[in-house]
């Protein structure tokens, strides 16, 4: 523009690379308070003073982009002072021709804009469908990140909701990020816990540092992010560049918002399934799930159970479903949903490695309504005594070999027993009718055996049993009656 314009530069830097936004024409002696910076300023010289260093470091600090000065009107010439001041400040200083109108060197400079403009526009357009590309390539939200990135000129990252890398680029510094996340939720530790926290979330992070500039969006609708994606690059990010990379969080978002979505119909399949194998459906419930590309383990199988939070994990390893109902134990409707997992006996430990949290596994069984119903409250059990015991893993083979007591939940089991056992642990007099029943009953009613244990005479054990008899209200002869008051024993006896 400054040969086409006839312009003639006096002073200031050898090459013209000024960022110029406009033009502004004025002759006041400190136009400054008039003008935003970058702009051109055009001028006569109709007011211009003898200090003209002063003149020019007013514009310098303004952040004038250039001066631009007008021969033939005010000053045949340049003043010298101004070419001088200029020079010394940095400043560039173009000399206008009489024949040049300073309009005319507006409407070139708004055309240049327009076209710049123009042109950021189709790069962003352009950018915006390589990454739509990459968005239907098989890698999916790899493949925008990667996309991302040389659109960038720098490095892009992937996060789970827990700030958690999932993929990244070379060179990604996704510390910085990890680290703001957290500390953008105060109380909870990590980012995935920030509704939780009734933190708001921002639309977007910013980061800077030394040679650094990071930008991080949060993915998917509602408080609650579905992740996150991080880009970075050396240089700060231009408006071009700022569209780009909300395009890519647009597709990232509604790659994530399509997963959620497949994957609930994925999941309400499976419970379909579910329902088929305990309606003894199997050969049903194998064709559905054999359309969709899935399979069920081969019998015999194994079910495994384990708090809802361990459904991501398991539906990557096995046929998995999400159970609430009325058939659940109280101590698992009170823990909420629970997830269970049909899996091949050999992959059973595993897939149970992989979760974490607490896990109870049945034992082996069948496509048998019967036979899975069962495993079903198998694993549940286990799963309950792996919560109580504070356990990784527990099978419901050990609890079996625990006897009865091990599979009766341990809150109930201990009402009962203290319920039952009341009247005993009662009663006034210095005998402990409580272990006399208990050495009686483990003796089988023996009572010389029974009154040697205790180290008393056998009448006086059978007295003993005469007032647990009367103060119980129940026949010590009758089996039935020998089985409760054992099973009470045993959990008065176990750990709380």
Same mark, same amino acid.
């Given at each position: 523009?400054?040969r086409?314009?006839?312009?003639?530069?006096?002073?200031?830097?050898?090459?013209?690379?000024?960022?110029?936004?406009?033009?502004?024409?004025?002759?006041?002696?400190?136009?400054?308070?008039?003008?935003?910076?970058?702009?051109?300023?055009?001028?006569?010289?109709?007011?211009?003073?003898?200090?003209?260093?002063?003149?020019?470091?007013?514009?310098?600090?303004?952040?004038?982009?250039?001066?631009?000065?007008?021969?033939?009107?005010?000053?045949?010439?340049v003043?010298?002072?101004?070419?001088?001041?200029?020079?010394?400040?940095?400043?560039?200083?173009?000399?206008?021709?009489?024949?040049?109108?300073?309009?005319?060197?507006?409407?070139a400079?708004?055309?240049l804009?327009?076209?710049?403009?123009?042109?950021?526009?189709?790069?962003?357009?352009?950018?915006?469908?390589?990454?739509?590309?990459?968005?239907?390539?098989?890698?999916g939200?790899?493949?925008?990140?990667?996309r991302?990135?040389?659109?960038?000129?720098?490095?892009?990252?992937?996060?789970?909701?827990?700030?958690?890398?999932?993929?990244?680029?070379?060179?990604?510094?996704?510390?910085?990020?990890?680290a703001?996340?957290?500390?953008?939720?105060?109380?909870?530790?990590?980012?995935?816990?920030w509704?939780?926290?009734?933190?708001?979330?921002?639309?977007?992070?910013?980061?800077?540092?030394?040679?650094?500039?990071?930008?991080?969006?949060?993915?998917?609708?509602?408080?609650?992010?579905?992740?996150?994606?991080?880009?970075?690059?050396?240089?700060?990010?231009?408006?071009?560049?700022?569209?780009?990379?909300?395009?890519?969080?647009?597709?990232?978002?509604?790659?994530?918002?399509?997963?959620?979505?497949?994957?609930?119909?994925?999941?309400?399949?499976?419970? #379909? /399934?579910?329902?088929?194998?305990? !309606?003894? @459906?199997?050969?049903? $419930?194998?064709? =559905?799930? %054999?359309?969709? +590309?899935?399979?069920?383990?081969?019998?015999?199988?194994?079910?495994?159970?384990?708090?809802?939070?361990?459904?991501?994990?398991?539906?990557?390893?096995?046929?998995?479903?999400?159970?609430?109902?009325?058939?659940?134990?109280?101590?698992?409707?009170?823990?909420?949903?629970? #997830? /269970?997992?049909?899996?091949?006996r !050999?992959? @059973?430990?595993?897939? $149970?490695?992989? =979760?974490? %949290?607490?896990? +109870?596994?049945?034992?082996?069984?069948?496509?048998d309504?019967?036979?899975?119903?069962?495993?079903?409250?198998?694993?549940?059990?286990?799963?309950?005594?792996?919560?109580?015991?504070?356990?990784?893993?527990?099978?419901?083979?050990?609890?079996?070999?625990?006897?009865?007591?091990?599979?009766?939940?341990?809150?109930? !089991?201990? @009402?009962?027993s203290? $319920?039952?056992?009341?009247?005993?642990?009662?009663?006034?007099?210095?005998?402990?009718?409580?272990?006399?029943?208990?050495?009686?009953?483990?003796?089988?009613?023996?009572?010389?055996?029974?009154?040697?244990?205790?180290?008393?005479?056998r009448?006086t054990?059978?007295?003993?049993?005469?007032?647990?008899?009367?103060?119980?209200?129940?026949?010590?002869?009758?089996p039935?009656?020998?089985?409760?008051?054992?099973?009470?024993?045993?959990?008065?006896?176990?750990?709380?």
């Amino acid at each position: 523009m400054v040969r086409r314009m006839g312009l003639r530069p006096l002073a200031g830097p050898a090459s013209l690379h000024a960022v110029v936004r406009w033009v502004a024409v004025s002759e006041l002696a400190d136009p400054t308070p008039y003008l935003e910076g970058d702009e051109l300023l055009l001028t006569t010289g109709m007011r211009l003073e003898a200090d003209m260093s002063g003149y020019v470091a007013r514009l310098v600090a303004r952040g004038v982009a250039g001066l631009g000065f007008g021969v033939g009107v005010s000053h045949e010439e340049v003043p010298a002072a101004l070419v001088e001041a200029a020079d010394q400040a940095g400043l560039p200083l173009l000399e206008v021709p009489r024949e040049t109108p300073f309009i005319a060197i507006g409407k070139a400079v708004s055309e240049l804009l327009a076209a710049e403009q123009y042109e950021e526009i189709t790069r962003a357009f352009a950018a915006q469908g390589r990454l739509t590309r990459a968005a239907l390539r098989p890698e999916g939200m790899h493949a925008v990140i990667d996309r991302l990135a040389k659109e960038v000129g720098g490095w892009a990252a992937l996060l789970d909701e827990t700030g958690e890398v999932r993929h990244a680029t070379r060179g990604a510094h996704t510390d910085a990020v990890t680290a703001e996340l957290t500390r953008l939720a105060p109380g909870t530790g990590q980012p995935a816990q920030w509704a939780a926290a009734e933190v708001r979330l921002p639309a977007s992070l910013a980061l800077s540092g030394p040679g650094e500039h990071i930008v991080v969006q949060p993915l998917g609708g509602g408080t609650r992010p579905r992740g996150f994606f991080a880009v970075g690059a050396k240089e700060p990010f231009s408006p071009v560049t700022h569209t780009v990379i909300n395009a890519a969080g647009s597709l990232l978002t509604l790659a994530v918002e399509q997963g959620r979505a497949h994957r609930s119909a994925e999941r309400r399949t499976r419970s #379909a /399934v579910l329902e088929l194998l305990l !309606a003894g @459906a199997a050969d049903q $419930a194998h064709a =559905v799930l %054999g359309r969709l +590309g899935g399979r069920l383990p081969d019998a015999p199988l194994l079910v495994l159970a384990t708090d809802a939070d361990g459904l991501d994990t398991l539906e990557t390893r096995a046929f998995t479903v999400l159970i609430d109902d009325a058939a659940t134990t109280a101590a698992a409707r009170a823990a909420g949903p629970m #997830a /269970v997992a049909l899996v091949a006996r !050999a992959a @059973a430990d595993t897939v $149970a490695r992989e =979760v974490d %949290g607490p896990v +109870g596994i049945s034992l082996p069984a069948g496509y048998d309504p019967v036979a899975l119903r069962g495993a079903l409250d198998q694993a549940r059990r286990a799963l309950d005594a792996a919560r109580s015991r504070q356990a990784r893993v527990v099978r419901f083979g050990e609890l079996a070999g625990q006897g009865l007591l091990g599979l009766l939940e341990p809150a109930a !089991a201990q @009402a009962f027993s203290a $319920a039952l056992l009341a009247p005993l642990a009662e009663y006034g007099s210095r005998a402990d009718l409580i272990e006399s029943l208990r050495a009686y009953l483990d003796c089988n009613g023996h009572w010389d055996a029974a009154a040697q244990r205790l180290g008393v005479h056998r009448h006086t054990l059978r007295y003993r049993m005469k007032r647990v008899a009367e103060l119980l209200g129940r026949d010590l002869d009758d089996p039935g009656v020998r089985a409760e008051l054992w099973l009470a024993l045993q959990a008065a006896a176990a750990p709380r």
